[in-house]
């Protein structure tokens, strides 16, 4: 059995090393937060270039191939040459 003096010096060593483990992983986490916030800062931009593409060239379509004709609403389905 250890005498008081040297358990309160264990205990003060494992403190000291459970701090250091502790702001270590902080540390790690907020690193991995900082590459997460880079990482989607770089897909916005390409996501909002992409839909700004797509804007444009819609538009672009429309005006040359002009709007969509209007589809009459008692269409009926096309029938089908299956025999049940």
């Known amino acids: 059995m250890m005498p008081f003096h040297e358990d309160k010096i264990y205990v003060e ?12 992983e902080r540390l790690a986490q907020m690193v991995l937060a900082r590459r997460r916030i880079a990482a989607f800062r770089f897909y916005y931009r390409v996501l909002a270039g992409f ?10 379509l429309q005006k040359r191939y002009g709007d969509l004709p209007e589809l009459s609403k ?11």
């Open 51 to 60: 839909g700004h593409w797509l804007v444009v060239s819609g538009s672009h």
């Open 74 to 84: 008692t269409t009926r389905p096309m029938p089908s040459k299956r025999q049940a």
């Open 13 to 24: 060593y494992k403190q000291r090393a459970m701090l250091k483990q502790a702001s270590e």
